[in-house]
């Protein structure tokens, strides 16, 4: 495929990903994006961007471990992509691997710092803050329902 095929393809694959429904991640125009991403994926200089469309699309419909594995392969391919980091974050989040969410975070958040990405700082902090509020309920619940006795 020559290179202006794939970037045409490339553009064309977003345009139905930028017109798919979050709310209905099996719509028609996610479709017809994995697709085409499937078609380009073994163009070596496409797929981190490939990699960094097709992991939402997999996150909406519930296909966790295919979105990590995307988001696992961009940073492989990218180690100092802070979207990536943050996404698997937010990826790890949703499926319980706190641990794991707070390590990207903060490789996301060291990344977006060299690059005074401050948008991404916030979100970051958002979900950070997410987390404290989820642990200080768990640990009120865990005071109200079982109180040490001394």
């Known amino acids: 495929m020559n290179e202006k095929s794939k970037e045409e393809l490339l553009k064309t694959g977003i345009e139905f990903y930028n017109s798919g429904a979050p709310e209905n991640p099996y719509c028609e125009e996610f ?4 697709s085409i991403f499937k078609n380009l994926s073994s163009e070596n200089d496409l797929k981190e961007e490939i990699y960094n469309f097709r992991w939402h699309i997999y996150y909406l419909r519930k296909e966790f471990d295919k979105a990590l594995n995307d988001l696992d392969s961009a ?4 180690s100092e ?11 790890c989040l949703r499926i319980g691997k ?6 990207d975070f903060h490789s996301a958040t060291s990344l977006a710092k060299k690059t ?3 948008d991404l700082i916030d979100a970051i902090e958002h ?6 509020l989820k642990n200080e309920e ?9 109180p040490i006795h001394s």
């Open 75 to 78: 940073i492989n391919i990218n």
């Open 98 to 103: 706190t641990k794991e969410a707070l390590d």
């Open 31 to 34: 479709t017809k994006a994995l």
């Open 116 to 118: 005074d990405d401050e």
């Open 127 to 132: 979900h950070l803050n997410d987390i404290k």
């Open 138 to 146: 768990i640990e009120e619940w865990f005071k109200k329902n079982y």
């Open 81 to 91: 992509n802070r979207m990536a980091f943050y996404n698997r974050g937010f990826v």
